[in-house]
């Protein structure tokens, strides 16, 4: 329940809040925070806010907050699938050592509510690995990401149209209303465009970043997720 979390974190931390600076406190998140939370991550357009109302509620998470505005600075949660969740820090509160100090936190919580700690890291994130080989974090293994298409069948190999009629309805057509392996291809190209990708489209469509700039604003994500500043 909530009020067994609150006591769990009280018992580790010795009370509700804790001092972060003079003009910061740090306190559990709650569901008045969901919009800001929401408001900070990078992919809020593909992840819905619903999400993080449920997380709050149910697995802890960390925030560092201004005292005089309660505007929230930095944040840290448990997600659905287990792992330490998408660290985020405001840009003008960075290279204060939040990110740290929410990472410990946070992992002590996670540790005496009965979890083994774990964090997911991108082969290029050096900034996230370094923190948490501080904080005492191994390597468990790396994961590799693969492209799947279906198996094509005979008559689009032949450049035949498909009998399929659910090719239709996927929008996956020529101009004469049936498809060829060149449109299937296509299509299956879209489909499986891999996430990362499909966020970092949006980002740079959003932020009006050309495509030349994309390998830096690749970098540049890495590096934001309020990380950096801790190193």
Known sequence: SAEKLKAKFNAIFGGNREDVGNDNDRRPLTAEDVK???????????????????LVQVLPGLGIFRKDTNELAAWMVHSYYGAMFSMQTRPE??????????????????????YSPFVVIRPQNDASRNLYTKL?????????????????????????????PQAATNGVGNAKGSSTRADYDTEANKENQPVDEGIEDMLAEKCDIGKEEMCTAHVKAAMDEGIEEDK
């Open 36 to 54: 800001a939370i929401h408001d900070l991550y990078p992919a809020s357009e593909i992840e819905r806010i619903e999400v993080f109302e449920i």
């Open 93 to 114: 509160y960075r290279r204060k050592g939040y990110g740290i100090r929410l990472a410990r936190s946070l992992t002590k919580l996670v540790i005496e509510r009965g």
């Open 136 to 164: 005492g974090f191994t390597k468990a293994y790396e994961t590799c990401r693969v492209k799947m298409t279906p198996d094509l069948t005979d008559d689009i190999l032949k450049e035949e149209p498909v009998s399929n």
